[in-house]
Each structure stands twice: as structure tokens, then as C-alpha cells.
């Protein structure tokens, strides 16, 4: 089965740090661009990050620089490494997996880690 | 601040028929595949419409997608209860070089 598990989500204080895992399974996931989505509560989705099959990462304004996304071919894992968090990235996290490239549609999706950035 | 434009919300009776209006630029609708996405209540999203109106494996012909310059839509006929979700396009931008999601838009069934 086709499968994202994502992990890592917590309570973590303003400027904080965090990590999120994602887990893949069922399918070749050196394969597959991979991106982060992320979505408030009561809001929209938003996108945060996106990473190609060679490691290339893209992300929005709203994170650059201080969100890093990266892969680990060999553990079948995508993460992303969150600092300098603020309120306004508490959200549920999403991995998500492209399906024919990054600029494509996301046709696989995790189940989602909370994140809560509050002192 | 969402760059692609949906309409906040449409409701219609069972077994009718609504569409969603989706609004971008040349730089992202105009050029690039878009994408729709449903999300059930308390659900992550799932993909619904793939490189502007083909169907992945499994989603109801109910479901079709178009598009038109800067501007794509989404229909739902034969409009179901279960159909009651939020819906979300989507399309990669060339000027922001990211992935940019619709402001979304909630279907409620009457």
C-alpha cells in the first residue's frame, strides 16, 4: 500500500525548532519530487516546501530561510527542519507526493503532524 | 494572500449541477497544469483533477476540470451529499517558482 506517515509535530515556543519526518512506503521514493503543505486551523492549504529527485528545494517567501527541506533516499524519508518559528506556522503539516513532477499533482498524502508554536 | 481566486462557497440541491471558478495569471493558470483537490471534513486533501482535467484512478466521472487562459474550472454534476467539502486549485507559478493553492471554496449540498 501506498503510504506517508508523518511525525515530529509538538508544542514548541516562539524562535523555536522543530523537525518533521515523513515516511514512505509502498512506492520508489527516490522517484518522486516530494513538497510540504501545511494548513491552519479554519484556513486554506498552503504550500511550504518542495524538493526534485535531485535534492533541489523550493520554497515560499513566508519560509525561506528559515525552514529546510531535505530527503534520505535510503530511509525512504522526507523531513523538514523549522526554526525561528512564529505563531503564525501553527498548522497541521501534510507530506505530499508529486506525481509527475514538482509542478504537477500532489496524488499521495500523510495524514498530517500538529505543529503549535505558543509560549 | 492566495494568487489563485476561488469563490468562498456554492451550494446547490442534490443531483444538480455546480461549478467552481478558479482566477490566476499567466504565470501560473496561464502556463502551468492545474490541479484540484478535495478535502472531506477532518481529512487531508486528496487529488481530484490532475494536468488541468484528467482524472486519477478511482475519482467519480462526476468530477471534470477545464480551463481557459487564466482561468480554470471545476464541475460537480449529479451533486451528492458526500460531496459536501472543501475544494481547492492549484498550479505551479513561474514568477513566485513555487506551488500556489486557491483560496478555496466550500460545496454545500442543499
Known amino acids: 500500500e501506498v503510504q506517508l506517515v508523518e511525525s515530529g509535530g509538538g508544542l514548541v515556543q516562539p524562535g523555536g525548532s522543530l523537525r518533521l519526518s515523513c515516511a514512505a512506503s509502498?512506492?520508489?521514493?527516490?522517484?518522486?519530487?516530494m513538497h510540504w503543505v501545511r494548513q491552519a486551523t479554519g484556513k486554506g492549504l498552503e504550500w511550504v516546501s518542495a524538493?526534485?529527485?535531485?535534492?533541489?528545494?523550493y520554497y515560499p517567501g513566508s519560509v525561506k530561510g528559515r525552514f529546510t527541506i531535505s530527503r534520505e533516499n535510503a530511509k525512504n524519508s522526507l523531513y523538514l527542519q523549522m526554526n525561528s518559528l512564529r505563531a503564525g506556522d501553527t498548522a497541521v503539516y501534510y507530506c505530499?507526493?508529486?506525481?509527475?513532477?514538482?509542478?504537477?499533482?500532489?496524488?499521495?498524502w500523510g495524514q498530517g503532524t500538529t505543529v503549535t508554536v505558543s509560549s | 494572500q492566495s494568487v489563485l481566486t476561488q469563490p468562498p462557497s456554492v451550494s446547490e440541491a442534490p443531483r444538480q449541477r455546480v461549478t467552481i471558478s478558479c482566477s490566476g495569471s499567466?504565470?501560473?493558470?496561464?502556463?502551468?497544469?492545474v490541479n484540484w483537490y478535495q478535502q472531506l471534513p477532518g481529512k487531508a486533501p486528496k487529488l481530484l483533477i490532475y494536468?488541468?482535467?484528467l482524472l486519477p484512478s478511482g475519482v467519480s466521472d462526476r468530477f471534470s476540470g477545464s480551463k481557459s487562459g487564466t482561468s480554470a474550472s471545476l464541475a460537480i454534476s449529479g451533486l451528492q451529499s458526500e460531496d459536501e467539502a472543501d475544494y481547492y486549485c492549484?498550479?505551479?507559478?513561474?514568477?513566485?517558482?513555487?506551488?500556489?493553492f486557491g483560496t478555496g471554496t466550500k460545496v454545500t449540498v442543499l
Open positions: 524538493i526534485g529527485t535531485a535534492g533541489d528545494p
Open positions: 509502498g512506492f520508489t521514493f527516490s522517484s518522486y519530487d
Open positions: 494536468y488541468d482535467d
Open positions: 492549484a498550479a505551479w507559478d513561474d514568477s513566485l517558482n513555487g506551488y500556489v
Open positions: 505530499a507526493r508529486a506525481s509527475s513532477g514538482t509542478r504537477g499533482g500532489m496524488d499521495v
Open positions: 499567466s504565470s501560473n493558470i496561464g502556463n502551468n497544469a
